[in-house]
């Protein structure tokens, strides 16, 4: 479960994420990282699990997974960042290592892609 004070909560914040962050995908979830220069406070990280996904069974069961590996990630996050977490509908189908890799590979090339200097990379 992801502390109240890591859970992005307010829909501004997920658009501000989705439309002006660095994206990075992988075959069951893209990542939305969203640097907001003026906030220090913790990372705060939201989940997108449309029905495309699957029935509520398999939506719910994806949404623990992600949650339990963006727990873990936590502290790989600049202060201030808000990052989303869209599942894609192989997640369902995916296990758990699958969803996990995924993310971890995500948030690395994310958080790289964020930091890099001017002029490197996408």
């Known amino acids: 479960m992801l502390p109240a004070a890591h859970r992005l909560r307010r829909s501004v914040d997920f658009e501000r994420a989705v439309r002006r962050g660095t ?7 893209v990542v939305h990282l969203f640097l907001d220069p003026e906030e220090d406070g913790p990372p705060q ?3 997108v699990v449309s029905k495309a ?3 509520a069974v398999h939506r719910n069961k994806v949404k623990r997974r992600l949650r339990h590996s963006a727990q873990r ?3 790989a996050l600049p202060p201030g960042a808000r990052v989303v977490v869209r599942a894609l509908p192989p997640s369902a189908g ?3 290592a699958d969803l996990d890799r995924d993310l971890d590979r ?3 090339r994310a958080v790289r ?10």
């Open 23 to 29: 994206r990075a995908g992988r075959s069951t979830v």
């Open 45 to 47: 990280v939201g989940l």
């Open 53 to 55: 996904v699957g029935n």
């Open 73 to 75: 990630h936590l502290g």
């Open 94 to 96: 995916a296990t758990y």
């Open 106 to 108: 995500c948030v690395e």
């Open 113 to 122: 892609r964020l930091t890099a200097p001017a002029g490197h990379g996408r």
